[in-house]
């Protein structure tokens, strides 16, 4: 037999076991990055929320992380001190958890605001919550020049 041939063979084990951990790495790499689309309709983000701890396998899988969902709200322009209200169509059941309500809102050509909005002077705060069905902004004085607002809902489903 001819050693070349033997020590090619080697050659190309050892180059298999490389390319198949930069494969793995290259896995890994895109299973952790976030999402960039934002959607009216759900989707996944790509981020995930650690096990939870009470459920240790389902269909005798172990069960490791979650995959949390996000779904866009668009919400018009917020209230001269009220509340805007829009239907989300969520599913919502005992089954569904949200993780994140946020938003922002929009005066256009001077500055946009990221939802809920903190201030020091309370009638300057900006609320954001959902229940089952609508996504709620609630504001205390006139922000009527905020002609654009989006809610953002981000879910784990269990």
């Given at each position: 037999?001819?050693?070349?041939?033997?020590?090619?063979?080697?050659?190309?084990?050892?180059?298999?076991?490389?390319?198949?951990?930069?494969?793995?790495?290259?896995?890994?790499?895109?299973?952790?990055?976030?999402?960039?689309?934002?959607?009216?309709?759900?989707?996944?983000?790509?981020?995930?929320?650690?096990?939870?701890?009470?459920?240790?396998?389902?269909?005798?899988?172990?069960?490791?992380?979650?995959?949390?969902?996000?779904?866009?709200?668009?919400?018009?322009?917020?209230?001269?001190?009220?509340?805007?209200?829009?239907?989300?169509?969520?599913?919502?059941?005992?089954?569904?958890?949200?993780?994140?309500?946020?938003?922002?809102?929009?005066?256009?050509g001077v500055m946009?605001?990221?939802?809920?909005?903190?201030?020091?002077?309370?009638?300057?705060?900006?609320?954001?919550?959902?229940?089952?069905?609508?996504?709620?902004?609630?504001t205390a004085k006139?922000?009527?020049?905020?002609?654009?607002?989006?809610?953002?809902?981000?879910?784990?489903?269990?």
């Amino acid at each position: 037999m001819d050693n070349n041939l033997i020590i090619n063979k080697m050659s190309i084990e050892e180059d298999k076991d490389v390319l198949f951990n930069k494969i793995n790495e290259l896995i890994d790499i895109v299973n952790l990055k976030t999402n960039g689309i934002y959607s009216t309709l759900e989707f996944d983000t790509g981020k995930v929320l650690f096990a939870d701890p009470s459920v240790s396998s389902v269909n005798d899988k172990p069960v490791l992380t979650r995959n949390i969902f996000c779904k866009c709200v668009n919400i018009g322009g917020l209230k001269n001190a009220g509340t805007s209200q829009e239907p989300h169509g969520i599913d919502v059941n005992a089954n569904l958890i949200f993780i994140d309500v946020y938003g922002c809102a929009t005066n256009p050509g001077v500055m946009g605001i990221k939802l809920p909005y903190a201030s020091a002077t309370l009638i300057n705060n900006v609320e954001i919550w959902a229940d089952a069905t609508d996504v709620y902004v609630k504001t205390a004085k006139n922000m009527l020049a905020y002609t654009t607002c989006y809610a953002f809902l981000e879910y784990i489903k269990i």
